[in-house]
């Protein structure tokens, strides 16, 4: 198992001797990374089983496109997330919510490196389609088992990996973001949700997995149990407290860069 930390979100490479299934793949911009780690794992990109999407937003479904075009993959993802993915229609964060919060220095900057990693674009995968059922999820590498997390999307999936005693979590919960001042088992800011309480409930069916690898969508893997990743996600706010504009600070952070420092009121610049 290969997971790969990308500029701003991360995929997962399952191997089987000379087969693998992909977890995600990051915006489009992210292809020659993509790429990059399936060759240095010895894989050809063409040998892949196929590519699993935890849910269709652009940083994460990305390349998908590439690998059902290129190759023949065959793209799969939960029924209710097919529209997003096949580009009939669109779930993501707004542009009006982005501009919102650009008075942070976070959001405008991560909003800028999304629209030049191919962001702003839809993800459109016409073959793509929901797996027939769990014995067709099995026999890919890696033996992913579905786990429905619905709330950040629709039809948000997390796969847990039994062997590895791992769990990847897409959006469901995540371990930094270039938006949070939060470090470690959190849930993303409430902006990203399509359902914030239902992102929150879906909390509970990760926290019945015996796993001890956190392998999120963004951050880094966290070696962890998953209740106590858990509970600690619960306890965070979702959006952090209004900070006060102050001059850039270093380039920095964990899955994701932090382009700017905030200060708090009352702090001296």
């Known amino acids: 198992m290969l997971f790969a930390e990308g500029p701003a979100s991360n995929w997962i490479i399952l191997r089987r001797g000379e087969a ?101 674009g839809r993800v459109a995968v016409p073959t793509a389609r929901a797996w027939h059922d769990d014995a067709e999820l099995a026999a890919l590498p890696g033996s992913p088992v579905a786990v429905p997390t619905s709330g950040h999307t629709p039809g948000h999936t997390s796969f847990y990996l039994q062997a590895a005693a791992a769990v990847a979590t897409g959006d469901a919960l995540v371990t930094g973001h270039a938006i949070s001042r939060q470090r470690g088992p959190q849930l993303l800011d409430a902006m990203f949700h399509s359902d914030a309480g239902g992102a929150r409930r879906s909390l509970g069916a990760l926290g019945k997995l015996d796993a001890a690898l956190l392998l999120p969508g963004h951050g880094p893997a966290v070696r962890t149990g998953l209740r106590q990743a858990v509970g600690t996600a619960r306890l965070r706010p979702t959006r952090a407290r209004k900070r006060r504009l102050v001059a850039p600070g270093p380039i920095g952070g964990f899955a994701e860069p932090t382009y700017g420092r905030q200060v708090p009121e009352g702090s001296e610049g």
């Open 20 to 120: 693998f299934t992909l977890i995600d793949g990051g915006y489009p911009g992210d292809l020659p990374l993509v790429l990059d780690s399936i060759a240095e794992a010895g894989l050809d990109p063409a040998a892949a089983a196929a590519v699993l999407v935890t849910h269709a937003h652009v940083d994460h479904a990305g390349t998908a496109g590439y690998f059902a075009a290129a190759f023949d993959i065959p793209v799969l993802c939960r029924a209710p997330e097919l529209p997003y993915l096949r580009g009939e229609d669109r779930e993501q964060v707004s542009v009006a919510r982005i501009l919102g919060r650009a008075w942070q220095p976070s959001v405008l900057h991560w909003g800028w490196h999304a629209l030049l990693a191919g962001g702003a």
